[in-house]
Each structure stands twice: as structure tokens, then as C-alpha cells.
């Protein structure tokens, strides 16, 4: 069951938190038909997590559940582009509010074209910091691990990746075969139990 008062989002328990969440995600991201993934594979369903992700009260979930699922020593939270960029900034903002303060920082496909063409976007930090990936949806886990190359190519960290949405498609495997440690909010076979129990 959703939360029926969005402004108690801010102060709901996280369990309540996650549960609207996940409700967001089923009826708002998840669609049915023939779909073609940004990893070339075919697929029967879709998500589009920005459609939650940017969503006033799904950007306060994500900030809420994935701020508490970080590790005290986490320096900062990145993400490769597109996908990532509002997960990361909800987390970051969130961070201020609860007082812990972690900066987020966008991790570009290509470099870019003027300026300093810089692939990392964010306040800098000292190398060694200790950097989270987070990401909206996995398949094959090749998206987030672009992010996670160019972050230890800049010096910093990396050891965990995060995901809202674990297709069960390769992803949790790739990551540990990488020596990355993995964890998501949601399988989509829970998204997809869920649907069985709602009205869209």
C-alpha cells in the first residue's frame, strides 16, 4: 500500500518509504510490449525509472532508502549518464538534509567538448575518496561499470554499486566477477508480484 500523504514521506519509516517506492516503480516505470534495452537485447517489459526518479515523491524515496543503504565512510555518489544523474543528485541532497553532507558526481559517456573536457562532473575530491556507483535500472551491468572505470581512472574508489531496479539479467554476476560488491533495492520479479496485487 502507497503512502496516501505524500508530505509524510519526508518522516515515514523507511520500510513505508521503500513499500512507496516500489508502488511508484509498478505503476509508474514498468510497461508491457516489445522493447529493444540499451544493451541490444530484446525484452518483453520496460522500465524507465526516470519516470520515478524525477517524480517529486520518487526522488524523495530514492534519496531516503539508498542514503541509508551507504556506509558511514562513503565520500561521494556517482553515476554514468543519463539514468544516474537524478538518482545521485536525491541521494546528495537528502545527505544535506540528514546532515551527513555527500557530494554526487555525473560521470559522462564522452568526454566533454570544451572547457576542461572533463568525463567527471562534481566537486573534487582527494584521490583514494571512497565512491559509490548508483544506478536506476541493471541489465548487464555494463552501464555502471563504464562509471565505475572512469572514477578509478580519476583516482577514487570504487568497490559497490547500487541499483534501484536489478533486471536479473547478468548484472548481479558481472559486478562480483569484477570484484565489485552489489546490491539492489528491487528484483523485477518483486516489481512484477507487486503488479499482481494493485490496479494500474
Known amino acids: 500500500m502507497a503512502i496516501s500523504q505524500p508530505s509524510t514521506l519526508a ?3 523507511l520500510d513505508a518509504v521503500k513499500q512507496h517506492l516500489l508502488h511508484l516503480l509498478a505503476t509508474l516505470a514498468y510497461r508491457e510490449g516489445d522493447f529493444v534495452l540499451s544493451s541490444g537485447q530484446k525484452s518483453s517489459y520496460y522500465i524507465n525509472g526516470k519516470l520515478v526518479t524525477l517524480h517529486p ?3 524523495l524515496c530514492v534519496g531516503r532508502l539508498l542514503l541509508s543503504m551507504l556506509a558511514e565512510d562513503t565520500q561521494a555518489v556517482a553515476g554514468l549518464t543519463l539514468g544516474a544523474d ?3 543528485s536525491a541521494v546528495s541532497v537528502v545527505s544535506a538534509i540528514e546532515g551527513r553532507s555527500i557530494p ?12 576542461t573536457r572533463a568525463y567527471i562532473e562534481g566537486p573534487p575530491l582527494d584521490a583514494g575518496a571512497k565512491v559509490v556507483v548508483l544506478e536506476d535500472v541493471v541489465t548487464t551491468g ?3 561499470m563504464k562509471a565505475v572505470t572512469r572514477l578509478r581512472d580519476a583516482g577514487y574508489q570504487v568497490d559497490r554499486v547500487i541499483s534501484l531496479v536489478d533486471r536479473q539479467q547478468g548484472g548481479a554476476e558481472f559486478y562480483r566477477e569484477q570484484g565489485l560488491e552489489f546490491e539492489a533495492v528491487f528484483t523485477i520479479a518483486e516489481i512484477q508480484e507487486y503488479l499482481k496485487t494493485v490496479s494500474v
Open 57 to 59: 515523491e520518487g526522488a
Open 142 to 144: 555494463q552501464s555502471a
Open 104 to 115: 554526487a558526481f555525473i560521470v559522462r559517456k564522452e568526454a566533454k567538448g570544451h572547457g
Open 11 to 13: 518522516t515515514a519509516d
Open 86 to 88: 537524478p538518482v545521485v
